[in-house]
């Protein structure tokens, strides 16, 4: 190695040590939700294709998590917002014209929600305005989950990684305090209906974009379970951390494969 490579890789460590350093300020400003829904319960709603046949309007006055391409739910109008938004995909924030597009419909649509979003999309989203700046907040990854501690879940820090959005939005609930903690929208049954769009909107969630819309069909099957695996793995060491704060996390999608949170009827948490 020459000495200009070996100088070339100490001064990016420096590089990523002042990003860190920076990122850290930034996420610093994320105590202010430290248990801010205490006991509260709240709803963690995916985009799955079950909401096609479930009524959203009892969550109108819940706390609500909401994700990716949730705005295209008719449900969503002025006076029907998700208290919070959140984008985990690191492809949302590539800067691509069909990302500025999408936003821009979110924006029409999404206008008193708080959004979270991962600190390196800080650049792209103040650059090209893709969110209000005022009600945008970031969160940074990187520590290992260890579910021997219980408070590894620290919004004002480093977040332990995920493998959905879903799961970031798990680890805000968990961040907030909120209990217990219901899942809607989680189908996560993509396995047996390979190369079919399993969202509850028709068509795909993003147009003319070569990562963010990939073909299932055309992956290998182990490929597919190897990743449904890791994300399974992940939601069990969120479930970990959860029992240890004594958060009960319940599955009330219609239907679906996700098996690792109990299971409860969505209707009978209503007076419908």
């Given amino acids: ?100 597009l999408f936003f821009r419909s979110l924006n029409k649509k999404i206008t008193t929600s708080i959004f979270f979003v991962p600190v390196y999309g800080k650049k792209t989203i103040e650059g090209q305005n893709l969110l209000p700046i005022s009600q945008t907040f970031y969160v940074m990854f990187g520590q290992d989950m260890s579910t021997d501690d219980m408070d590894i879940i620290d919004l004002a820090y480093r977040l332990p990684p995920v493998q959905s959005t879903s799961q970031l939005a798990i680890e805000l609930a968990i961040y907030m305090g909120c209990n217990p903690i219901y899942l809607l929208g989680m189908d996560h049954d993509w396995l047996s209906h390979r190369g079919k769009d399993r969202h509850f909107y028709s068509g795909k969630t993003l147009e003319d974009h070569p990562v963010a819309h990939g073909d299932l069909a055309k992956d290998s099957y182990k490929s597919e379970l190897e990743s449904c695996l890791k994300l399974w793995i992940k939601y069990e060491e969120l479930k970990v951390i959860a029992d240890q704060k004594q958060i009960k996390i319940l599955n009330a999608t219609d239907g679906g494969f996700l098996d690792v949170f109990p299971r409860i009827s969505y209707k009978s948490l209503f007076s419908l």
């Fill in 1 to 100: 190695m020459t000495k200009y490579n070996t100088f070339q890789k100490i001064l990016q460590v420096f590089r990523n040590v002042a990003s860190n350093k920076e990122n850290e300020k930034i996420v610093e400003r994320n105590t202010i939700f430290k248990n801010r829904h205490k006991n509260s319960r709240c709803f963690i709603i995916g985009n799955g294709s079950s909401l096609r046949h479930q009524n959203l309007s009892p969550v109108k006055h819940e706390v609500t998590f909401a994700m990716n391409a949730f705005w295209k739910h008719p449900i969503v109008t002025a006076s029907w917002q998700p208290t919070y938004y959140c984008f985990a995909d690191p492809s949302t924030f590539d800067g691509a014209k069909s990302w500025h």
